[in-house]
Each structure stands twice: as C-alpha cells, then as structure tokens.
C-alpha cells in the first residue's frame, strides 16, 4: 500500500481558538456556589473523553472570572508539570484551568476527535517541546505551531471513527465499573454501619515496600510490578494491574521490594497521601506506601476498610493536606470489628461486584493496547480503515 500524501497544517490553522483556562478567586465565594459548571482541573484528563471531575463553579464564576465556558468537543491538553501532554474531550461544555490548554476545533477543517488522536500519537514528541528544569512547560504558541499530516475531512471522520469506537467501548466499561464499586461501597457502608469498632493496628499489619537502588541495573527493567504513589493515584477503578515500572526477580529477592499476592491493598502514605488501590496481579512497591494483605479479613472487606480508613486520616488532618502516614496513624483509625462469619457473609456480597471491576479493567486493557497498535498506523496512513475495522470486530 503506498503512504498517502497529505498536506501539513498547524493547530492553529485547524482552531478557531486556542487558549489557557482560568482559575476563580477561591475568595470570593460566589464564584463556587451554587456549582453548576464543570471546571477541568489537570489531573481529569486520562486521555480520552471526560467523565470525572472533582470540582465545578458557579454560572457567576463563568462570567465574572478567566475560566470562560468551553463548547463541547473541546480538545484539553495539560500545560505544566507531571501531567503535561495529558488529553481530554470535553462531550459537554465545561471550563478549565489555567493549567490545561484549550483547542477550539474548526468542525469545517477537521474532526476534534481526529485532533485528540493525532495529539495522542505525538505524545513524546509533545513532551519534548517542554521547557523548564523544575516543572516543565508547554506555551500556547508552541501548542499552537505544532503540525501535522492532515487528511481529508472524510478521511478524518472515519479515523476517528475506528479509534473510537474502541475508546467508547473503554468509556462503557468504565462506567459499568464505577457503578460497580460505589453499589459495593454503600453495600460496606451499610453491613458496617452499627459494627463495633478497634484500631486497625489491632487487626492488620500494614507494610512498608522499599525501592531496589537505581545504580543498579540487573534491578530494574525486568518483568516484575513495582508500583509507585502514580500507579495507585492513576489506577482506573481503584484496580493496579499493571505497573509504569518494572523491576527484576533479582530485585525483589535481595531489596525490600518483596511483591503482594494479589487482592492486597495499597495505600499511600506520603506526598499524595491517602489513595487507595487494590491489586489485580502480584506487585512490589515503593516506600512511600503501605501494604496491606489479606490474610484474617477477606480481600473485599480489607479493601473497603482501608479506604473508609484514608478518608478518616484524612478528616484527622483538620482541614489541611494530611502529609504523611506512619505506622503510629494506624493506631487512630477505626476497622470494623466483624465476627469471621460476619466478614465472609459481607464478602460474599462484595466479591460478586469487585469482579465486574476487574473484568471491565482487564478488558479496557486489552482495547487500549488494541488502540495504541492501531493509531499510529491510521494516522500515517499505512493501514486501511476495513482492516482495521476487522481487527475492531474480533475484539468487540
């Protein structure tokens, strides 16, 4: 098959604008309440459409402030930081930060959706454009002068189309998860509502990972999970299945990197501290979590009693970031105090719902990599859309 030649254009020949958002003032209050408006802060955007976000504003908020309302079919690219080069669509308007970069998509020059995937495609080349030793940079100009092989508009629609239809089908399964893990939480937090309670330094050992030396080589690279405060702030679901990094057998046998069994929880004890994660395969991890193993409580009561657990760390915190967690925490934070009849009757309830977690995120694994194979090779041209809509169809 021969490449096609398409024409190059820029973001901005493609935009009817491109813009950073805004921050209200968090002093005036009239500016948050009543929140009716979605505003996008950074760490939404998980590369696709936006179906989660912590924060909204106020309609006075819009007017009155920077974050100005957003169409949807917004395409949002993180400007600064950790996150920068992170994506989002906006399916309904919202407003965002001034953190994340804003492209206002001609609809007569080109599919937003084809846009987010062509942006998606150059990830590492975009993240190379950032500027910035302590926190690294992108500017509006430099997002606006990025260009591209740009197809026909047809050409476009039907690209974003396949692509699509497997970040949909994600989309779904994310959904159907999350209704699944919040049916189980009010579950939990029903059955425990009158339960006595202990510490849980009474009832669980939390455990301290450990990161294998960096000046080694035979530590790392190898095909063992080693998971960090990242993995566990971005797992979807609440669910690590697999891991950014990887280290060695021989890592996990000489450091204090020692893997979990699966069905262990994770929780973080410092810098972003109190995410929790459950564990979907055998993992190690790093130092700045703890651990926690099923062994007298079951997987799906350990793992909701952990969570219930951060939230009151965090409350302990009166009204500020809970910076760390250390082992004398554990002392101050309440476990229900279950019989072990009471504990696998509540699990056996739990259990059913915490599959359909994990099968919705082994199965978005499984479309991702599917996506990611395929988009490269739409967005050069070297592969047909019917052939590709055939691999979609044997995954589907």
């Not at 490449?3 to 805004?22: A, E, F, H, Q, Y």
């Not at 973080?268 to 929790?276: E, L, S």
């Amino acid at each position: 098959m021969t490449t096609p030649s398409w024409p190059t254009k820029s973001i901005g020949d493609l935009c009817v604008r491109v813009t950073s958002g805004g921050t209200p003032s968090r002093s005036n209050p009239e500016y948050f309440e009543p929140a009716s408006v979605p505003w996008i802060k950074t760490g939404d955007l998980r590369d696709g459409y936006i179906t989660e976000y912590d924060e909204c504003i106020s309609e006075a908020g819009v007017e009155n402030s920077s974050a100005k309302l957003l169409p949807a079919n917004t395409v949002l690219m993180a400007m600064y930081g950790a996150t920068v080069g992170m994506l989002g669509m906006l399916r309904e308007p919202a407003t965002c930060n001034q953190a994340a970069c804003a492209l206002i998509v001609d609809p007569e020059l080109c599919n937003p959706r084809w846009i987010f995937y062509a942006l998606l495609n150059s990830r590492d080349f975009i993240i190379s454009q950032a500027t910035g030793a302590a926190q690294q940079n992108l500017s509006g100009k430099t997002i606006r002068n990025f260009t591209f092989c740009v197809p026909s508009l047809p050409e476009q629609n039907a690209i974003a189309e396949v692509l699509g239809t497997l970040d949909d089908k994600i989309a779904a399964n994310t959904k159907l998860a999350h209704t699944a893990n919040d049916l189980a939480s009010l579950t939990y937090s029903a059955a425990i509502e009158s339960a006595d309670v202990v510490p849980m330094s009474q009832m669980l050992t939390p455990i301290l990972g450990g990161t294998p030396s960096r000046s080694r080589d035979d530590y790392w690279g190898g095909s063992e999970r080693w998971i960090s405060a990242k993995d566990v702030t971005g797992a979807s679901g609440q669910l690590i299945l697999d891991t950014e990094e990887k280290i060695t057998n021989l890592a996990t046998e000489n450091t204090k990197a020692k893997p979990l069994p699966k069905g262990s929880v994770i929780l973080t004890a410092r810098g972003t501290v109190g995410a929790v994660a459950r564990l979907g395969e055998p993992s190690s991890f790093n130092q700045s979590c703890y651990g926690f193993v099923p062994e007298d409580v079951p997987a799906s009561v350990l793992y909701f009693a952990v969570r219930s657990a951060s939230d009151h760390a965090k409350s302990m915190a009166h009204g500020s970031v809970f910076d760390t967690i250390t082992k004398k925490t554990f002392d101050h934070l309440p476990m229900p105090d279950l019989t072990a009849n009471e504990a696998n009757s509540l699990d056996a309830v739990l259990s059913p719902l915490l599959a359909v977690v994990e099968s919705s995120a082994r199965e978005n694994l499984t479309l991702a990599q599917i996506r990611d194979s395929l988009l490269p090779q739409l967005m050069s041209g070297k592969l047909r859309i019917k052939d590709a809509e055939s691999v979609i169809e044997g995954a589907i």
